[in-house]
């Protein structure tokens, strides 16, 4: 059937290194495509960022707008964007056939920026379909983020397709009349391109973070930089960092900081002279990416960290009063902790040196995607070319955590683990509600904790399964560069494992996690026993 179908453009527009980024497996899908000539347009909003990040990623630019701005004023921007990429589009058209062109069949824009909002608009106005990926986040609030939430209200008005990373975002989508019929949930790209990273040999320039990656120190990675916390916002987040570092003197503290001035004179003086605080230019995504994998714990007002981090069980405070990725906060990934100095402050502390509240949120399975919405996108494309059948979309299309509270569970199934008290479910309740999978990772996880001591596995099957022994495997596991191989024991393990025994094992668990909450957090010299 695709022996020689037409070749139609698909114009992708990018404007931001985190649309860049989320861009960079798309882009890679419809390279791919035999169906698509792709076409790259970077609206210069973050010139330097975008050309080194698609170099490394064998992405050429097609065409890039010369932005003359002279400060930060958005109306620029925007008109800037919409003139420079109608007058893109107006010199790809092919209404005359011997320009040999294929013809546009669509412009795809990423997200809520202010590139993607103007370049939809200008596509609008070529009446040339807009394809919207990473579309229905919400929180409504329209000052925040500012302008973030607008702009992606706007796409959503203009797109023809509607790629929803989640459940969640299809709701918010069919809440505005969007029809259904119009939206695939993908999953996010983001979790796609975190792969494609974590995969790429990392290479730091800055030696000081070289020794905090090989450290045994535990490592915070902080990033903020929200416009709508310039100011008194990210002043408290920097205080709050400021406070946890002097009181946590033997961890390690990375700032990679926002090129923006008015970040900086906020982070500047707070941090700069804490010894055990790092401040750095920002990261190249490939090298932060690789330093998400390492970090404890993550500190930020990003968007796209918030669902990045936890592809490596790192729990993140999130120093927004809102935040429009909702599934993290009912995963227990996220927390939400504002920019408020003292409960940054308290939130940093507690979680570093309580190791149960620490696995309460480190132990949540990524709600945000599978890594594979880039190929659900370009099987999209190409079933509505008819050159193939129908994506099967990421998740089962409904939320569990919604349907369990209709029916009465919420409280069971809130917190989503089985090392977690409160989410515990009793046996009378009926089978499990988590993954197998997802079970058998966390095992998996423990059992290495375990494989230094030469029983055999028989012997294990109702090994205790402490908070501590969790959290070690679990810092241990995201320090290996490949995910751990599944050893024969843990074969042999699993397959004597029946589901008593499995209950009996994960009974024990939970009362060792209670045992451990009550006594308080490990006292140090504690931390690296076996
Ligand atoms: N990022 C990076 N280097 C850094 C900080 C962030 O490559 O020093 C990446 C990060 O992995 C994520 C994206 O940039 O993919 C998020 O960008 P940002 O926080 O600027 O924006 P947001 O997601 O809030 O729009």
């Known amino acids: 059937m695709e022996s020689n179908p037409p070749v139609s453009r698909v114009v992708t527009i990018v404007g931001t290194r985190p649309e860049a980024i989320k861009m960079i497996p798309v882009i890679h899908e419809l390279q791919r495509r035999p169906f698509v000539a792709p076409f790259v347009l970077a609206t210069g909003q973050h010139r330097d960022l975008v050309a080194p990040l698609f170099a490394q990623a064998g992405i050429t630019i097609d065409a890039e707008l010369e932005l003359h701005r002279r400060g930060s004023d958005l109306s620029e921007l925007i008109i800037a964007v919409m003139e420079g990429t109608s007058q893109v589009l107006t010199s790809l058209k092919s209404d005359d056939p011997t320009t040999g062109l294929p013809f546009t069949a669509a412009v795809m824009v990423h997200g809520d920026t202010s590139s993607a909002m103007a370049g939809a608009v200008a596509a609008m106005a070529h009446q040339i379909p807009v ?3 990473e579309a229905g986040l919400r929180t409504r609030d329209w000052w925040q983020p500012w302008p973030e939430e607008l702009n ?12 929803a990373p989640t459940t969640t975002n299809l709701g918010n989508l069919i809440r505005e009349a969007i029809s259904e019929k119009r939206t695939l949930i993908t999953g996010n790209t983001g979790i796609d391109a975190l792969m494609w990273a974590t995969a790429q040999p990392a290479v730091f320039e800055d030696e000081r973070i070289v020794e905090m990656m090989d450290a045994s120190r535990k490592l915070v990675v902080v990033t903020a930089h929200r416009r709508e916390s310039w100011g008194a916002g990210l002043d408290g987040v920097a205080a709050g960092v400021a406070a946890a570092a002097l009181e946590l003197g033997d961890v390690n503290f990375v700032v990679p900081m926002h090129p923006n001035p008015k970040v900086r004179e906020s982070l500047q003086p707070a941090l700069r002279d804490i010894p055990n605080v790092t401040l750095t230019e920002p990261l190249d995504y490939v090298p932060f990416a690789h330093l998400l994998k390492r970090a404890d714990l993550v500190v930020t007002d ?5 669902e990045e981090a936890p592809s490596f069980d790192v729990p993140v405070l999130v120093c927004r009063e809102e935040t429009e990725r909702k599934e993290g906060v009912d995963a227990g990934t996220l927390l939400l902790v504002g920019t408020d100095r003292d409960v940054i402050r308290k939130n940093i502390v507690n979680l570093l040196t309580d190791p149960a509240a620490y696995l309460r949120m480190a132990d949540s399975p990524n709600p945000y995607g599978d890594g594979k919405a880039s ?6 494309l190409a079933h509505l070319a008819r050159l ?9 299309g409904y939320s569990r955590t919604a349907v369990l509270e209709a029916a009465g569970y919420g409280r069971y199934v809130r917190a989503g683990s089985y090392l977690r008290p409160e989410g515990w479910l009793p046996p009378e309740q009926g089978e499990w509600f988590d993954e197998p999978e997802s079970l058998k990772d966390r095992l998996e996880v423990a059992y290495h904790r375990f494989s230094d001591a030469q029983e055999p596995p028989q012997h294990r099957r109702n090994t205790v399964i402490s908070p501590e022994d969790a959290w070690h495997a679990l810092r241990q596991a995201r320090r290996m560069s490949d995910p751990p191989p599944v050893s024969q024991m843990w074969h042999e393990l699993v397959s004597t494992l029946t589901p008593g025994s499995l209950r009996d094992t994960l009974e024990t668990a939970r009362a060792a996690m209670d045992d451990a909450t009550r006594r308080g957090p490990l006292a140090s010299g504690e931390d690296d026993a076996p």
């Open 131 to 133: 394809m919207h990926v």
């Open 388 to 396: 193939g059948p129908p994506p099967i979309p990421f998740g089962p």
């Open 152 to 163: 992606r209200q706007i796409i959503g008005r203009i797109a023809a397709m509607h790629y």
């Open 375 to 380: 190929l659900r996108i370009g099987q999209s």
């Open 302 to 306: 990003s968007g796209g960290i918030q």
